[in-house]
């Protein structure tokens, strides 16, 4: 079982570009959910997907956006990037089921803003 | 707003004493708390993970307290090893764990030999 990965591992854009960052989630799993991880401080939740539908969103302007595709793959486009976007992109996979639901993280995507 | 609270910001233990890291949250609608070790370069893994209608849980070395009346949990790691050395993140769910993840700060933690 590879886990939950991601791709990139690094990216460097510049302010004003548009990034897209993948994630394909665990064997067996349906729900993506998007954190991002500023330097020294916790995961912050983006939003989530499931059955290829945004199921919750935390509090990011609108320029993050996402899809979910068939196979339960997920991207993270982020639009006119900003200095502070600057971060550690997490994705974690989960199951529905009954509780307690477990989310896999994946190793990140290191992206940097200049 | 944050809703969950986590110190100490660090910690220092000697080996084979014991690291004990806090939380609290503000939001009664969290059921779920789960506790994730990170390494340098690393995505966080699950550590252990406890709901609110149990007051302790163990798995080997690492325990958790929750108090729901005093909305706090916490992270016991006996017997503490040099490995241990990462960073600790408390966090909170609702819908058992099938809603967006609310982090703790986190705690980096040092195991001196």
């Known amino acids: 079982d590879a886990g939950v990965t991601q791709s990139p591992t690094h990216l460097i854009k510049t302010r004003g570009q548009q990034v897209t960052l993948r994630c394909s989630p665990k064997s067996g799993h349906d729900t993506v959910s998007w954190y991002q991880q500023a330097l020294g401080q916790g995961p912050q939740f983006i939003f989530q997907?499931?059955?290829?539908?945004?199921?919750q969103r935390g509090n990011f302007p609108d320029r993050f956006s996402g899809h979910q595709f068939p196979n339960y793959s997920s991207e993270l486009n982020v639009n006119a990037l900003l200095l502070g976007d600057s971060a550690l992109y997490l994705c974690a996979s989960s199951s529905t089921g009954s509780p307690p639901v477990v989310q896999y993280f994946g190793p990140g995507t290191r992206l940097t803003v200049t | 707003q944050q809703q969950v609270k986590q110190s100490p910001q660090s910690l220092i233990v000697q080996k084979g004493g014991i690291s004990i890291i806090n939380c609290a949250y503000e939001n009664t609608a969290f059921d779920y708390f789960p506790w994730y070790q990170q390494f340098p370069g690393k995505g966080p893994a699950l550590l252990i993970a406890i709901r609110p209608d149990v007051s302790e849980k163990k798995e080997g070395r690492f325990t958790i307290s929750f108090n729901k009346s005093a909305k706090q949990f916490s992270l016991h790691i006996m017997d503490s090893q040099p490995g241990d050395s990462a960073t600790y993140f408390c966090a909170a769910s609702r819908g058992g764990g099938a809603d967006g993840l609310t982090f703790g700060k986190g705690t980096h933690l040092i195991i001196q030999p």
């Open positions: 997907y499931y059955e290829e539908e945004e199921r």
